[in-house]
């Protein structure tokens, strides 16, 4: 499959989400919209990746990934990093899905082009390795994703992409050196589509 990062706007039923996990999206959703709501600072906010994945095909997710952006920069470059206060203010709602889980939240890192959390999640400079998890959810309740990973959820492949991998090196979300390797990475990437 060659990766065109064509983003389509869906409604979670659209993927062959079940009732019951678009319920839980209705809920998340909300629950978005709150944040939004009470943080002062944010321009955007999100769920991508894995628990979005995770819902639409009912199994039971691990985490939420959340990635915003936002409304003033620190630096003419770099909008900064509110990571910790957000995290903190997220978790002083305690809201019910979103206290539920381990939360991360993450935004561009310092030297990264900048682009809005829907085309930073979903595009050619998105991190994400595996091409299913190419997914979001907006406050709005709807699910943000590409034409070839709408695919893959539909017909349940399982689908890697090198332009994810290759800037895991360079822009790591985590410190731990065995995330930058090639092996490690790839070998964890390959046990987690099993």
Sequence with gaps: MVETNEIIKLAPEELGTP???CAVFKQLASELKTIEE???????????GGFVLDTIMAVEPNDLDFFYSLKEWQTPEWPGCKCEELKKGIAFLNLPITSSRKVDVCHILEGE?????IPKCLGYFSHHIEIPSKVLLDSDGYIWTTKEAATCIKERIYELR??????????P????PGYRNYITTSARIVARGL
């Design 19 to 21: 009732p019951k996990q």
């Design 38 to 48: 009470s943080t002062p600072f944010l321009k955007d906010i999100i769920v991508r």
């Design 113 to 117: 082009i900048y682009l809005d959390p």
């Design 162 to 171: 090198n332009t994810g991998r290759v800037q895991h090196a360079y822009y």
């Design 173 to 176: 979300y985590m410190e731990d």
